[in-house]
């Protein structure tokens, strides 16, 4: 691990500070499911999720806080830092966070559908009766959250978010994460892939509102193969599912600290999963990706 100073763990990242102006973001491999960290990484998780991240800040014409991902651009880190981190650092700009997440749904899906099926709520106060599981919305939604340090975000109305961040910030997240949600999707759909829901973070530097954290990746979004989609019916997805699937299996496990060791198929089954989201997304080999970072 670096000498650099570290100032956060979440999930998956490790935060570094560089200098005053400049953090350090290193992706693990960890995964975390039921809001669990599991024992079990999966092998090149991390740099999937970061060569995407690239990949998107590359083609959005949104401001962002990359600096780089070059590592050899990193003389901060060792020799031998440098080569671990290849493919899975971003060197960002320290930014005031947001602390509201910015999701932004175009299907009825997941926590949503069971709110809506329940009476309806936060994300769904907008939404007409009628609609099915994975039902296609005529109009994507803004739906934020509180971020939270630890288990689930609380899901605001548009009511709450307004007195939570201020009516022109709220106008400005809004504005910034249907334009990013509306080009990724459209862009994920010419490659076969829907564009579930998503979820952006979002930060202030000088004055600034830029875009921070990952970006539109298998964590921080739900894509689906477009040739499954049907209303009604339980999505694949390419994430994590094969170890939810897995875990709903294991008995006498109440979804709390410690997880269940992962069989090998299940870490192997997500690592493909990953890779596959990768490859269409971009239209690149991911082992392309992993020479092209110099990590081994």
């Given at each position: 691990?670096?000498?650099?100073?570290?100032?956060?763990?979440?999930?998956?990242?490790?935060?570094?500070?560089?200098?005053?102006?400049h953090?350090?973001?290193?992706?693990?491999?960890?995964?975390?499911a039921?809001?669990?960290?599991?024992?079990?990484?999966?092998?090149?998780?991390?740099?999937v999720?970061?060569?995407?991240?690239?990949?998107?800040?590359?083609?959005?014409?949104?401001?962002?806080?990359?600096?780089?991902?070059?590592?050899?651009?990193?003389?901060f880190?060792?020799?031998?830092e440098?080569?671990?981190?290849?493919?899975?650092?971003?060197?960002?700009?320290?930014?005031?966070?947001?602390p509201?997440?910015?999701?932004?749904?175009?299907?009825?899906?997941?926590?949503?559908?069971?709110?809506y099926?329940?009476?309806?709520?936060?994300?769904?106060?907008?939404?007409?009766g009628?609609?099915?599981?994975a039902?296609?919305?005529?109009?994507?939604?803004?739906?934020?959250?509180t971020?939270?340090?630890?288990?689930?975000?609380?899901?605001?109305?548009?009511?709450?978010?307004?007195?939570?961040?201020?009516?022109?910030?709220?106008?400005?997240?809004?504005?910034?994460?249907?334009?990013?949600?509306?080009?990724?999707?459209a862009?994920?759909?010419?490659?076969?892939?829907?564009?579930?829901?998503?979820?952006?973070?979002?930060?202030?530097v000088?004055g600034?509102?830029?875009?921070v954290?990952?970006?539109?990746?298998?964590?921080?979004?739900?894509?689906?193969?477009?040739?499954?989609?049907?209303e009604?019916?339980?999505?694949?997805?390419?994430?994590?599912?094969?170890?939810?699937?897995?875990?709903?299996?294991?008995?006498?496990?109440?979804?709390?600290p410690?997880?269940?060791?992962?069989?090998?198929?299940?870490v192997?089954?997500?690592?493909a999963?990953?890779?596959?989201?990768?490859?269409?997304?971009?239209?690149?080999?991911?082992?392309?990706?992993?020479?092209s970072?110099?990590?081994t």
């Amino acid at each position: 691990m670096t000498a650099l100073e570290h100032i956060g763990s979440g999930k998956v990242r490790e935060i570094f500070r560089v200098d005053p102006h400049h953090l350090l973001i290193v992706t693990t491999d960890r995964i975390s499911a039921f809001d669990v960290v599991l024992d079990d990484p999966i092998p090149n998780k991390g740099r999937v999720l970061t060569g995407l991240s690239l990949h998107w800040f590359d083609i959005l014409d949104t401001p962002h806080h990359l600096v780089t991902a070059d590592t050899a651009e990193m003389t901060f880190l060792s020799d031998a830092e440098r080569s671990e981190y290849a493919g899975r650092a971003m060197l960002v700009k320290a930014a005031e966070v947001v602390p509201m997440e910015c999701v932004i749904r175009g299907y009825l899906y997941g926590s949503s559908w069971k709110e809506y099926s329940a009476g309806g709520g936060p994300t769904t106060e907008h939404l007409p009766g009628g609609l099915q599981m994975a039902s296609r919305l005529d109009e994507p939604i803004f739906t934020p959250a509180t971020k939270a340090e630890s288990g689930h975000d609380e899901n605001l109305t548009e009511a709450e978010a307004r007195d939570f961040v201020g009516d022109d910030l709220y106008e400005l997240l809004r504005t910034r994460s249907m334009e990013i949600y509306l080009k990724g999707s459209a862009y994920a759909a010419d490659r076969g892939i829907i564009l579930a829901d998503t979820k952006f973070e979002f930060g202030i530097v000088d004055g600034e509102v830029i875009l921070v954290d990952e970006v539109l990746t298998p964590d921080s979004s739900r894509y689906w193969p477009a040739e499954s989609w049907a209303e009604g019916a339980t999505m694949p997805s390419f994430d994590k599912q094969p170890v939810r699937d897995w875990l709903e299996t294991v008995d006498g496990w109440d979804k709390t600290p410690p997880a269940p060791a992962m069989p090998a198929e299940v870490v192997e089954a997500t690592a493909a999963r990953y890779v596959d989201a990768y490859e269409r997304l971009t239209g690149r080999s991911f082992d392309d990706y992993l020479a092209s970072a110099g990590a081994t």
